[in-house]
């Protein structure tokens, strides 16, 4: 049985990782926006290829983080510990 501090720590831990990865977006967007700005002179083949390199990394990680994967994690550790509390 979990404790509510075990609930509260992973909560927190939850809270911290969601923080990253929505930070993390922001490179996303800047993306995203390239792409539909794209004019028809543009290599759109290019920006998207960047786009998917930020969307990698938001959802790997760099060399920091483990971007939505420690996410994942978290909210599965999360569940388990509400679910047993």
């Known amino acids: 049985m979990a404790t509510p501090e075990e609930i509260e720590e992973a909560k927190n831990k939850l809270i911290s990782e969601h923080a990253e990865v929505m930070e993390s977006l922001g490179e996303v ?3 995203v926006e390239a ?3 794209a004019t028809p002179t543009d290599e759109v083949h290019d ?3 960047e786009l998917e ?3 990698k ?3 790997d990680g760099g060399v920091i983080g483990s971007g939505a994967n420690d996410h994942r994690r978290a909210l599965k550790k999360y569940t388990k510990l509400v ?3």
């Open 57 to 59: 990394e938001a959802r």
């Open 47 to 49: 920006l998207l290829l």
């Open 83 to 85: 679910a047993e509390g």
């Open 29 to 31: 967007w800047v993306k």
């Open 53 to 55: 390199k930020a969307v």
């Open 35 to 37: 792409v539909r700005a």
